[in-house]
């Protein structure tokens, strides 16, 4: 399963006037099912460049697994940060 995710920016920064900072983030998600990859695309970050392109990976907490004693963790495969065909207000790209 496939979902796009759009953040709201942040709006104690200046930024927020033109279309804010998005960099941080932070969204929930429940009834996975085991078995079942999801892949889930943050459409409209607007920094050119992230650490994800050198490795740097999202950290996840699981409710279920801490229960078990897991904590945060880093997770995730073939993570990729790019330039998509999505526009801001004044015209500059979006990156995924």
């Known amino acids: ?33 085991p078995g079942v990859e999801y892949k889930m695309n943050i459409v409209n970050l607007v920094k050119p460049d992230s650490l994800y392109n050198v490795g740097m990976r999202p950290a996840l907490y699981s409710i279920h697994d801490a229960s078990q004693g897991i904590g945060w963790r880093r997770v995730g495969e073939r993570i990729a940060y790019y330039e998509n065909h999505f526009e801001t207000e004044n015209g500059t790209s979006y990156y995924t």
Do not use: C, H, R
């Open 1 to 33: 399963l496939e979902y796009d995710l759009y953040l709201m920016p942040d709006i104690n920064s200046k930024a927020a006037q033109s279309g804010g900072n998005t960099q941080w983030y932070y969204f929930a998600v429940s009834n996975m099912e």
